[in-house]
């Protein structure tokens, strides 16, 4: 019940919810005593003594107990559903908070479909077995309770033989328990390999249709579907297996009840009244009986979904701020930043960066040049906290930024990277994402400066046109430049391009870049690129090769210098007369570099 304890929080606050549906549940099933006590006294004292006159008001108590059960039922099942669905309400807010509040590091390994899992499916296991499951759970004791407790009251002899093959039923609905459970998991695992399969056909459909691999993707699906049809005809089986044992042995009670009743009646021992309350009773204990084996499942598989969402609820946060965290003042933050010596890995990796320091004054711009998984990315990855420095240390403003709220330390970048993501919302809620307050005049403005005005005007609703999860309907190069007007719209005092213009033609670059100067004035800018025409004008350009500082300088000092950064610039501008490349060297030559 660990699991349930752990949860306490989430369900005991609705404890009125809870106690409520009890006891209706509880008055629901008392009620339903009344019932074989009403037969045995329409045969034995009604049509045995021939009281006929007696009818009428045992046919309305009837009446009077059917409503009144009707109505506990349904308080059950109304105060029952409030419950499971305010503490599946919280849950999935808890959840989903935590998703908020955990790091990078963990969604470096996350799988989508199996959060996506823990939110429904978990979530509805957990809804659907504190709401009603466990109040099922009670319901079967309290049947054989009271309904033991009359059975004995009225002969405690029949009632031991009759109930003679209860063992065996139990025992029955606990293997079927331990049969269908295993069936119900793989179940479960099939079909939602069978969903990550349509998932990926779907998300993947431009790559499989433009590899033709359509047969290789029906097949793949076909054995998938022939698994869970597989599983599912297991679990039937099992079904087809046990219930008819099941039946059997209540079949049995009732002949062994019909067997010794009936002699007993004979002997007049017991009146028949007694015997057909007797039998409506048996029946009332080994009802419950059969769903035992259901509700015991019902409890494992809601334990095992709470299991799995209280690991995520209690999933270490590795970034989170410090008890006395500064709150950076937006008004006063200058965007100085430093690298003193900072040597980082990814967990269980060689270094991605060594010794790293890198001094950028407010308003200066850096520009990172170096091959695929040199660090680039890192050094902004850790900028903006997405990780913890462990060796040497980053300053905004002579702060450590461990020592910075996390989210007023994020709110003074806004980062454009190469892969863009846009929400299933208008141009206009994407562009202005995050910030009140931002009038269509600063949006219009910064689409301009971003050269994303005149495309997104030419779409059929403009700006309020709903681009899909993906940007769907978008290019490449449109969702980088929508990209690039909402950082501009942010207004931050650092300003992060991380290859950021990889996906527009060297026009459009040229164009964008002229925008860019606007909006680098006053701003600290980390610059990422692979092309030359998109750093030449940085303060300091770092070359990476392999988490190491090779090279540092202005465009024209490197230019001047053997090594990566005048070997890429010849491979790029291979086609333009080298006359930039002398012209550096020759002021080197002469120390004006
Ligand atoms: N989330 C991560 N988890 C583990 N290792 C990572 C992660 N991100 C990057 N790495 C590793 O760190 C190293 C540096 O990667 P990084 O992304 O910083 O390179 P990069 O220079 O930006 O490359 P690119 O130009 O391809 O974007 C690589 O070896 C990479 O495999």
């Given amino acids: 019940m660990d699991v349930f304890r752990q949860l306490k929080r989430f369900y005991w606050v609705e404890r009125k919810f809870l106690l409520t549906s009890i006891v209706c549940l509880m008055f629901a099933t008392a009620l339903g005593l009344v019932y074989p006590n009403l037969l045995r006294i329409l045969i034995d004292d009604v049509i045995k003594e021939e009281q006929y006159g007696k009818v009428p008001a ?6 009077g107990v059917v409503t009144l059960k009707g109505l506990m039922q349904f308080l059950h099942g109304f105060f029952g559903g409030r ?97 269908i459970h295993p069936a119900f998991q793989e179940m479960r695992r099939a079909l939602s390999s069978l969903t990550t399969a349509v998932q990926e056909n779907i998300t993947g459909v431009r790559t499989v249709k433009s590899f033709a691999r359509e047969p290789h993707e029906v097949n793949k699906f076909s054995v998938k579907n022939e698994a869970y049809q597989t599983n599912q005809i297991g679990a039937a089986k099992i079904w087809a297996h046990y219930f008819p044992i099941m039946e059997l042995c209540a079949n049995i009670s009732a002949v062994i009840l019909l067997l010794a009743g009936g002699m007993l009646v004979i002997r ?56 006395h965290a500064i709150v950076l003042d937006d008004q006063l933050v200058k965007g100085h930043v ?48 997405a990780y913890n420095v462990k060796e040497g240390s980053i300053t905004l403003d002579g702060m450590d930024i461990r020592d910075i709220d996390v989210g007023s330390l994020r709110r003074q970048m806004a980062p454009v990277f190469q892969e863009t993501f846009l929400f299933s919302a208008s141009i206009r809620t994407n562009l202005a994402y995050g910030m009140q307050d931002v009038t269509d005049e600063q949006i219009e403005h910064a689409a301009k400066l971003a050269k994303a005005h005149d495309f997104i ?61 606007e909006l680098m004035a006053g701003r600290t800018t980390f610059i990422i690129a692979h092309r030359i025409s998109s750093l030449r004008h940085a303060d300091e350009i770092i070359v990476l090769d392999q988490g190491v500082i090779v090279q540092r300088g202005t465009h024209q000092q490197l230019l001047a210098q053997h090594g990566p950064y005048r070997d890429t610039y010849k491979i790029q501008y291979a086609d333009f007369p080298l006359e930039e490349l002398e012209q550096a060297g020759a002021q080197w030559k002469e120390g004006a570099l």
């Fill in 338 to 385: 430093r690298f003193n010596n900072v040597t980082f890995n990814y967990p269980d990796k060689a270094p991605a960066l060594t010794n790293i320091s890198i001094d950028a004054p407010a308003g200066s711009v850096i520009g990172f040049l170096g091959a695929t998984g040199s660090g680039k990315s890192t050094v902004i990855q850790l900028l903006m906290r």
């Fill in 457 to 517: 005007m030419e779409m059929p609703e403009g700006y309020d046109t709903i681009v899909g999860e993906r940007g769907m309907g978008l290019s490449g190069g449109q969702k980088q430049r929508i990209a690039i007007a909402r950082a501009l719209i942010k207004n931050p005092h650092i300003l992060i391009l991380d290859d950021a213009t990889s996906a527009v033609d060297m026009e459009t670059e040229h164009e964008i870049q002229a925008g860019f100067k």
């Fill in 268 to 323: 007049g021992e017991l009146k028949l009244g007694e015997l057909v309350a007797f039998f409506s009773l048996t029946w009332y204990i080994i009802g419950p009986m059969w769903g035992i084996g259901f509700h015991i499942n019902n409890y494992t598989q809601s334990k095992a979904s709470g299991e799995r969402v209280l690991n995520l609820l209690n999933e270490h946060v590795h970034v989170k701020n410090l008890e």
């Fill in 83 to 179: 419950l499971g669905n305010r503490v599946a309400f919280r849950l999935r807010n808890a959840c989903y908070d935590k998703l908020q509040s955990l790091s990078f590091q963990y969604y470096d390994k996350a799988k989508t479909g199996d959060l996506m899992s823990r939110l429904t499916a978990d979530l509805e296991a957990i809804r659907n077995f504190i709401g009603f499951g466990f109040a099922q759970i009670l319901n079967v004791v309290l049947m054989v309770v009271f309904g033991g407790a009359m059975m004995l009251s009225i002969h405690w002899q029949l009632t031991l033989i009759t109930l003679v093959t209860i063992p065996l039923l139990v025992f029955t609905a606990l293997r079927f328990e331990r049969k």
């Fill in 58 to 63: 045992l046919a309305l108590t009837v009446v």
